[in-house]
């Protein structure tokens, strides 16, 4: 059975290629996401196995956005994004309960590793 999987990113570029990576991958994205706030929205609508969540994004960034989507669903599974230079976030984000980190620009190994250790 596929994994659903819900992109959280402001860049629909983005949300574009890894969408593109899950897919020819097996995996089903069951929803995208352009700021944090949306992301907290789309998780209690579609309840996703996974949710790929940018830190650095309008409105809500992508911590506060784990952090709520956490105290909902204390079982959620969060990989974050981040672009080379934000370790301080980083480490948040895993203090925060996020189960991985992937760093942009995305290489296609290193996103379907991270999916597969945290959903299989």
Request: charged share 25%.
């Amino acid at each position: 059975m596929a994994k659903n999987i819900l992109i959280c990113d402001d860049a629909a570029f983005m949300r574009m290629m890894i969408k593109d990576i899950l897919t020819k991958n097996g995996y089903n994205v069951a929803g995208e996401a352009e700021n944090g706030a949306k992301a907290v929205e789309k998780y209690a609508e579609v309840k996703p196995d996974l949710v790929l969540m940018d830190i650095t994004m309008p409105e809500m960034d992508g911590i506060q956005a784990l952090k709520k989507i956490k105290s909902d669903d204390p079982s959620a599974m969060v990989i974050m994004c981040s672009a080379m230079g934000q370790q301080a976030m980083v480490i948040e984000a895993i203090q925060a309960g996020a189960k991985d980190f992937i760093v942009k620009p995305f290489q296609a190994e290193r996103v379907l590793e991270a999916v597969k250790k945290v959903v299989g």
